[in-house]
């Protein structure tokens, strides 16, 4: 059962950043990748050498098991309203959205390629899985919200595949593919420590990395235009509350955003705190519940 605050609206928001970046230019998921490399030639030019402080950040950042944990935890607390992150494989419905079926820790999604991405992926790693047998259908339903050749099994199928290792690391490896190793090496690149690695993280997972408005990488620009990072020579703190202010502006732009607490008292909390390391203990607060990471 799914926390009273995982409402219709969070699930549309997981949905609405998946659809840009599957759709935007017909491109596909792969290749977001490369979307968030676009630093500037100039900006490496005239970089300095980053501190040595930056740099061991940069060598023990959010990719550190024991923060990717707490990363993947504070992601869980806004989109599923829950720290058991872990619980979510298994987690499938149409939300009546128009991109059929939503499911897993990040909203693979039957109408937008990345859920066939996905199982294609798992296909691979465990030959005779149950989901495998959907796979012309998925092919036939991406770009849809229909459930052709899906119904009625799949969604049984699906949570009876999520006990399987083998499709929890399959999801944990697009998750990353997609969001998380993006985010974590443009953060480096960018010169920031643990928590600005989230930050962007965590924009990645809402937005998306296309070219709109609300992206991240109209999120990221817009920041840039306020401060420097600090692999420009900027201070880190005045960076991070640049791109904080340009996340929130984007979030605005949605209704389904516009719930700000992610940011307002989550991630600014720890900004505040000077906790750059994303140091446990964290206290924070995501649609007015409390959360600790002890």
């Not at 149409?94 to 079926?101: E, F, L, N, S, T």
């Not at 992926?121 to 899985?129: D, K, M, S, T």
Request: glycine residues 10%; proline residues 5%.
């Amino acid at each position: 059962m799914h926390h009273p605050h995982t409402s219709t609206s969070r699930r549309i928001t997981r949905l609405t950043r998946l659809t840009r970046l599957t759709r935007n230019a017909g491109l596909a998921v792969v290749a977001l990748g490369l979307t968030f490399s676009a630093v500037p030639a100039a900006a490496h030019a005239e970089a300095p050498t980053p501190s040595a402080a930056h740099l061991e950040a940069a060598a023990t950042g959010l990719d550190d098991p024991a923060k990717k944990e707490i990363a993947m935890q504070l992601v869980s607390s806004a989109e599923n309203s829950t720290l058991e992150w872990k619980g979510q494989y298994g987690y499938i419905e149409d939300i009546g959205d128009g991109r059929g079926y939503t499911a897993g820790i990040i909203g693979f999604c039957s109408g937008t390629g990345d859920m066939l991405a996905l199982v294609e992926r798992y296909a691979e790693g465990r030959p005779g899985n149950v989901l495998e047998a959907y796979l012309p259908a998925l092919r036939q339903v991406d770009g849809s919200d229909s459930h052709e050749g899906l119904d009625p099994g799949y969604p049984g199928h699906w949570r009876e595949a999520a006990s399987d290792g083998a499709f929890q690391q399959a999801q944990n490896d697009e998750r990353d593919r997609v969001y998380f190793d993006p985010a974590v090496s443009q953060g480096k690149a960018d010169g920031l420590g643990t928590l600005g690695q989230f930050a962007y993280y965590d924009a990645i997972v809402m937005h998306g990395g296309g070219n709109d408005s609300a992206s991240f990488g109209s999120i990221r620009q817009r920041a840039l235009a306020q401060a420097s990072p600090p692999s420009q020579g900027g201070d880190e703190v005045a960076y991070l509350d640049a791109f904080l202010d340009a996340r929130v502006r984007a979030m605005k732009q949605e209704e389904a955003h516009s719930d700000t607490s992610r940011v307002d008292t989550a991630q600014r909390v720890f900004l505040r705190d000077g906790n750059l390391d994303l140091d446990p203990p964290l206290d924070w607060q995501v649609y007015g519940d409390s959360y600790h990471i002890g």
